[in-house]
């Protein structure tokens, strides 16, 4: 089994940064993607970036040239480093955790973390 959490949410004035970490702890196989979504009150969940086990990533478009996600394989930790905030960046934000195994993939997903940007 593998525990997910995430941390570094807070509220922030449009324009600032924050970072947001996530580490995965327990039995772990083999992390493949590592990925950031959120879910703003009344929305969907959506994936915000992605990253996978050589480092490729992926954006959403709204937060393309802004946020960054890297990962430390040896840690099982990924961050997203968000920069420019803006007031619709406020969400939760969740870390989700994909593992490969001998008997299948899994995913895993954090409690959440919640991200406020004031205008």
């Known amino acids: 089994q593998v525990q997910v959490v995430e941390s570094g949410g807070g509220l922030v004035q449009a324009g600032g940064s924050l970072r947001l970490s996530c580490a995965a702890s327990?039995?772990?196989?083999?992390?493949?993607?590592m990925d950031w979504y959120r879910q703003a009150p009344g929305k969907q969940r959506e994936l915000v970036a992605a990253?996978?086990?050589?480092?490729?990533?992926r954006y959403a478009d709204s937060v393309k040239g802004r946020f960054t996600i890297s990962r430390d394989n040896a840690k099982n930790t990924v961050y997203l480093q968000m920069n420019s905030l803006k007031p619709e960046d406020t969400a939760v934000y969740y870390c989700?955790?994909?593992?490969?195994?001998?008997?299948?993939?899994?995913?895993?997903w954090g409690q959440g973390t919640q991200v406020t940007v004031s205008s």
């Open positions: 989700n955790v994909i593992e490969t195994t001998n008997w299948g993939t899994y995913d895993y």
């Open positions: 990253i996978t086990s050589d480092s490729t990533t």
């Open positions: 327990g039995i772990i196989y083999s992390i493949n993607t």
